[in-house]
């Protein structure tokens, strides 16, 4: 590891880089990373760079390992002038984290997270999740040639084991409460020579960082008014706002964007904290969402996403199911599949613009967070129109669909 | 468009470039774009380039629509040392087709065709599929604005119906032969001015070439010995064999490797007559595998890929559903989650190293053409373990799970 540190993003407190546990001894806030001193760039992508190596500046690892990589990052930035338009935006664009190895963001803060582990000598790594972080980390875990234990929630249903079963884990489904299951595998690990690379350990919001990094580039380095990031646990937020914050510290941009964070109405404590001027969220007793994505009922970096917000000037929106679920259909207009969860910041947009705080003519990037083939129960709540015909009815049945078409 | 025309694979009969009818009147084979002057490969993908835009040289396309693109193509080449040495093979690298914007190679030659029919003025375009093609097609088709049609087999579960439905597509079930509805279709289409990109059209083809330059370019111009490629139309290695062949005519390879087509022990029309020396592929009558994707039972370029594979010295393969399905368990021990049919190269692999086909030492390119997510019928023929725990007897479970482990 290169000369670095963490430091407590609640009391200032310092620790070393090379501590697999992930929060402040004192307060219990989650650490993050500093110190590195930024470079440059590296090279471009294709056909020869990692993330990790085209970033490796930004990060604290001496070495890479080589045959870590499965290709995550350098998703697309896909612009939308119609849905722009019709939001009043001078320019809308989609992130999409739907195409990254395991189809969801969480493979930049995995493939961090494993490296970290690798470069602190670990050959056991671990996590708590019941959906897109236990894959990615089965996945990676399985590439690094790593014993992986995947905890999940024992109410997780059969359908959502296989694409995680499938990559050889150890999968312990656990009975009791999901937030203390965090702190507790923590500790476990802490002991046991585990190292859980869970929702927001330092090395994950590294490596969602790269978020905010390809964004930078793709837009040539001119800042976007607003960022609209889906929040769980917060990690990828804080990431994201890294991202930001280290190009312009190493003069890459020259200003910061504003960040929206959205939650689902059902499980919104970082926006209810934020409405009601609270300094901590507390915990929602009863989470009720389809968003399970975005489902965690008390946010471990919640109180830090808070913080950061205020500081900058941004905004927490809240939107309902049924807001989640239009938002999806429009953004497969745009051909884009997502998540419910990933079309969320879409349909904050929207509230966002209505109440004036975007504004007419502003920069918006979303972050699609994962693809929509994770969680197909969400097909449910669509109604789709299929129409039935033989071989010999199908060019009337064609010509009846489309009577100002061609012939 | 660029000066350029089309060819008949069959009978060398030439047709205009802006022909939408992909196959020749006079003997029904298959046509092929030709008579582009090849350039240079355009700067660097990250940030700035698409994948038309990068290879344009090499495309008939005077102008490309900036907003058509979702950022398809530039997938990774992951390489394994353990598969390698597992399988006796020099190196072995996988092509991973699954992190395309709809999570399968097909957005390549989708993007392509639409592009042609972009150019050619239609504003209507459709296509013949129950799986991968037509969510991309339906996907590209709304990025486009486009009015487009989407056939499937009356037979296609509800569940199938929904990741193409979302995207707004006019979808058909069609009762009636499904081979028969390919050349329908472009019949209908021809009459009433709906441009059909079914699965082995010139224009799909060219977009399928992509995947040969891509792994050119990150091999860095060294040819592999072997690129092993599922088929079912076998538009898909017509791309990739043309692929290679414009690079080496561009001088930018020296040679050219060799290919094996993989199809379905279950479904195997090109393998049979290739193993019977026939020139032409015979209609399997009751195609019975798992591997839907790779179901073709009378592939539309059946006889060109034929003729390609026994002129360039390549070979024909095919794998049973198990082998498949323990494929597939393989390449996610890899990281990689595939279809089945994605995971049947690897199968393949296996099979031919052990005839002594491909030899000791080789280089292996895998194309895996699809994500996992899209057929999830297949993970009920894996067995997975799960345990389960409370959180107060998690840290003995893990114990148990791991003795030789830290603590």
Redesign the interface.
Known sequence: MKKSFLICTGCGRTWPVTRAFPRCDFCAEPLEVRGVVPGRIRG?????RTLLERYRDFFPFRTLNG?L???EG?????????LAGATGLGDLFFK?E??????SFKDRGTVSGVQHALCLGYD?IGTVSSGNMA?SVA??G??A?L?T?V?VS?ALPA?K???I????P????????YG??YF??IE?GK????YFINSDVPFRVEGSKTIAF?IC??L?FRVPDWVVVPVSAGGNLRGIIKGFEEFRHAGLIAAMPRFAAVQAAGCAPVYRAFREGSERVQRVERPETLAHAIENPFPPSGNEVLRKIRAMGGVVAAVSDEEMIAA??EL??????AQPEGAAPIAAVRSLAEEGRITRGETVVCIVTG????Y?AA?DF?R?????????T??D???S??PG???
């Open positions: 471009s992508r294709f056909p020869h045959e990589s499965l290709g350098f998703t697309p930035l896909v612009r939308s002038a119609r999409n739907t195409v990254n190895p395991t189809w056991r894959a996945a990676y399985a590439r040639g014993k234990f905890l024992a359908e084991i296989a694409p079963a499938i990559h050889g150890v999968l312990i489904r656990v009975d009791g409460d203390e299951l507790r595998s476990i002991r046991r020579g585990i390809e580039e793709q040539r999806q259909r497969a207009g745009e051909g884009i599949l693809g929509g083939l994770k197909t097909f669509h789709f129109r299929v129409a039935g015909c033989t071989l010999s199908l060019e049945h064609i010509l669909e489309d078409g061609g012939g």
